[in-house]
């Protein structure tokens, strides 16, 4: 795994300081095919990208972590209502955005969904030829016979 350019920073908090979830969220996005990291706002925002358009976007020197996630309109109101730490965002359209505070009431697993669920509603509106692109790099599954 290449590093990330935050790590490198003089004024990163030491190792102990940094939320251990980051590294999580970091995992589920950039698994993602064509996902890349990238810092546009400055470098205490880290931001997750497919084909150029944002996904998510997260304070990363913040604790506990929170990460906007793009979203279905009608899924964002009912994920709110369900989830005490997904909320509006702060500088996104809450229409189309929600804010997950990743503080350990959000598991593994929904947090990866969320992810996942974002980076499709981007990938879904990329032209077809980045789509394509996208596909041809994805590994192909091997099934047995």
């Known amino acids: 795994m290449t590093r990330s350019r935050f790590i490198g920073r003089k004024d990163e908090p030491s190792g102990g300081d940094l939320d251990p979830r980051l590294e999580i969220l970091r995992a589920h996005a950039l698994g993602l095919p064509g996902a890349t990291e990238d810092f ?48 509006v965002p702060r500088y ?32 879904a509106s990329l032209p077809c030829r980045v789509r394509d692109a996208l596909e041809a790099d994805r590994p192909r599954e091997t099934g047995a016979d």
């Open 92 to 123: 996104f359209d809450r229409r189309h955005w929600n804010q997950v505070t990743v503080d350990g009431t959000i598991g593994d697993a929904l947090l990866g969904e969320l992810i996942g669920h974002s980076y499709d509603l981007v990938r």
């Open 40 to 87: 546009p706002f400055g470098p205490e925002v880290m931001t997750f990208k497919v084909g150029g358009k944002l996904f998510g976007a997260v304070a990363w020197e913040e604790s506990p972590l929170r990460v906007s996630l793009k979203c279905d309109p009608d899924r964002a109101a009912g994920l709110r209502e369900t989830h005490a730490a997904i909320d």
